[in-house]
């Protein structure tokens, strides 16, 4: 089964950075594209950021251009989202998944992790 584990997490204060990481298991990673998502308390699910296995290729949403990084690790099955200048904005708990198509459109069902909190103080 398709199983993706989230860490990293915690509080930061603003301008501050974390890394994220998501562990995969259960399948080829290379099948799937790892899209990261995030959900603030009375706010739907949100796109963050998107990888593809076969050339590397990222996709970030406009509210976090220029300050998050999402990388990859094959031989770990792992993937990263570093994310850097932190606004509070940015809290939310963060999942991610595997997907298809260059911004993660189509996820994979019940690919989710259990996912990540991020809290960001002013």
């Known amino acids: 089964e398709v199983q993706l584990v989230e860490s990293g997490g915690g509080l930061v204060q603003a301008g501050g950075s974390l890394r994220l990481s998501c562990a995969a298991s259960?399948?080829?990673?290379?099948?799937?594209?790892i899209g990261w998502f995030r959900q603030a308390p009375g706010k739907e699910r949100e796109g963050v950021s998107c990888?593809?296995?076969?050339?590397?290729?990222?996709y970030y949403a406009d509210s976090v251009k220029g300050r998050f990084t999402i990388s990859s690790d094959a031989a770990k099955n792992t993937v990263y989202l570093q994310m850097n200048s932190l606004k509070p904005e940015d809290t939310a708990v963060y999942y991610c998944?595997?997907?298809?198509?260059?911004?993660?459109?189509?996820?994979?069902?019940?690919?989710w992790g259990q996912g990540t909190q991020v809290t960001v103080s002013s």
């Open positions: 998944a595997a997907a298809y198509g260059s911004r993660c459109q189509v996820v994979v069902s019940d690919s």
């Open positions: 259960g399948f080829t990673f290379d099948d799937y594209a």
């Open positions: 990888i593809s296995s076969f050339d590397g290729s990222t």
